[in-house]
């Protein structure tokens, strides 16, 4: 397996995202974790661009020893003179220097010829190995330069002392298949390459940063740089993470890999995310929530019976704890069974189960993900009604306006087995519904308490509604969950209502030896 390097520029690159400003502790605190992440280079700023960050490039290079720190530097002899102020403390002191090869660029931004372009890079590559025991020279734009003009300063500035030639793919513009063709080119045509080493940089503008980086890697490139969570520059570079467990995922492929401590991936990327407050997408690759979840049926059934039906990568490779089977409108019959035995629920009859999945998938049309506690609501809910159930709510219809009476209409199925509908008015819409049932039950009932709560956060969470009522002379305490209030407040009163029914029938005397 040939081993590629890992350079790391979410502290300079990275930081070049719009919006993101990172301060010094940010900065260090980012640059210690990429070192126990196991990086093998970290880009820790461009120490010539602020005061700021020469003090965090300085910092970083003086507390990291088992990574090479290096910082960015324009092809001018002050920018490297300041690089090397911050980083000649550093266990292996590195430059990163730059200049524009791209027609583009030499004309309307450097304002120089080709020739000069060599002359200033071969002039501050030899500048800086005065100083540097290694020096990187990048060819920005390379993807967008003429190839003949690559191997031209790149065998210039190798014999001029540098060591990595990195062809940076600045605008995200380049295939696949062009970016290993280019790379292999370079490998072939430059006369000194075995004294270097070839590394890639891409951009995602065009979303295929990782796959170029890959693909240069096919072509030969011995280093890619990345940063974490794919942030940089526009669309950013290519993400760190997606490319070294492709890398070990399909090393049978490409036949490299990285010496990254790959579960230390998740941490990293979810430091980077809040403090650069750049959120991972749910459906990003490997770090996103969602890279281990499954909320279908026919996956998650084929998860139950074999991981790898369905799961490339394991969660524990990248520091996840577990892979997460999601409870939602698209799951089947074999997760919500394995959802019981995990909450406990071990001696379920196939009725119970039955009924509660019906429940649960009505729970699930209204609601986007069925948590742990919903489905200890529904189990309770079934186990308590199906050993007392007298009355049973078929359907509710409120009317309530400001400036009307509020009106309740219930279908409810009777202990006799008949259906009935009532209708009542009430000062609220709650009261309107006990006004209700309490004619359909045709006697007298008190309500002596109400409480209501939500079962876990959010806009579509179950709402559970507590209450006791006295019915004749004896009181009860009821429970009813749904996703809409009224409909909960309905089921809990008659609930209350058939436990005082069924402890008559069983001719038990106390209210107090039924717990909610
Ligand atoms: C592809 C990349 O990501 S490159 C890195 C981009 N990162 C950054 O720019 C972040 C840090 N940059 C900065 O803080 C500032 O731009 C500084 C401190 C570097 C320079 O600031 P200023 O002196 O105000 O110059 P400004 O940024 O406006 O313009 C850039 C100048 O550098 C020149 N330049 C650009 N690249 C290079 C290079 N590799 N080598 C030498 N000069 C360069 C430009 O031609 C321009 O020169 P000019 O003033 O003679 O026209
Ligand atoms: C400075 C270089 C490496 C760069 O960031 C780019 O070309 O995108
Ligand atoms: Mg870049």
Known sequence: MRKINVFDTTLRDGE?????????????????????????????????????????????????????????????????????????NGAEPRLHVFLATSPVHMK???????????????????????????????????????????????????????EVINLPDTVGYITPAEIQEMFTYMKENVRNIEKANLSAHCHDDLGMAVANSLAAVEGGADQVECAINGIGERAGNASLEEIAVALHIRGDYYKAKTDLTLNEVKRTSALVSRVTGMQVPNNKAVVGDNAFAHESGIHQDGMLKEKSTYEIITPELVGVSSNRMVLGKHSGRHAFVEKLKELGYHNTTEEEVKRVFTAFKALADKKKEVSD????????????????????????????????????????????????????????????????????????????????????????????????????????????????????????????????????????????????
């Open 16 to 88: 070049q995202s719009p919006g993101v400003s990172l301060n010094f502790e940010e900065k260090v605190e980012i640059g210690k974790q990429l070192e126990r992440l196991g990086t093998d280079i970290i880009e820790a700023g461009f120490p010539a661009s602020s005061k700021g960050d020469f003090e965090a490039v300085k910092r970083i290079s003086d507390l990291v020893s088992d990574s090479s720190v290096t910082g960015l530097s324009r092809s001018l002899q002050k920018d490297i003179d300041v690089s090397w102020e911050a980083l000649k």
């Open 108 to 162: 309307y931004k450097l304002g120089m010829t080709p020739d000069q372009v060599v002359e200033n890079a071969v002039e501050s590559v030899k500048y800086a190995r005065q100083r540097f025991p290694k020096v990187q020279f990048s060819a920005e734009d390379a993807c967008r330069s003429d190839w003949d003009f690559l191997v031209r300063i790149t065998e210039q500035v190798i014999d001029a002392g540098a």
């Open 373 to 516: 506690e919903d489905i200890f609501a529904l189990m309770t809910e079934e186990k308590l009604d199906s050993s007392t159930a007298h009355y049973e709510l078929q359907s509710l219809q409120v009317n309530y306006g400001t400036h009307n009476i509020p009106t309740a209409a219930l279908t409810v199925a009777a202990p006799d087995g008949e259906v009935v509908e009532e209708a009542a008015t009430g000062s609220g819409s709650v009261e309107a519904v006990y006004n209700t049932i309490e004619r359909i039950v045709g006697d007298a009932i008190t309500l002596k308490d109400y409480r209501i709560q939500s079962i876990t956060g959010g806009e579509d969470a179950l709402a559970e509604v507590f209450v006791t009522v006295r019915l004749n002379d004896e009181e009860a305490p009821g429970r009813g969950t749904a996703h809409d209030v009224l409909e909960a407040s309905a089921k809990a009163y008659i609930h209350a209502v058939n436990r005082i029914l069924s402890r008559r029938a069983e001719g038990m005397e106390t209210a107090e030896t039924l717990e909610v």
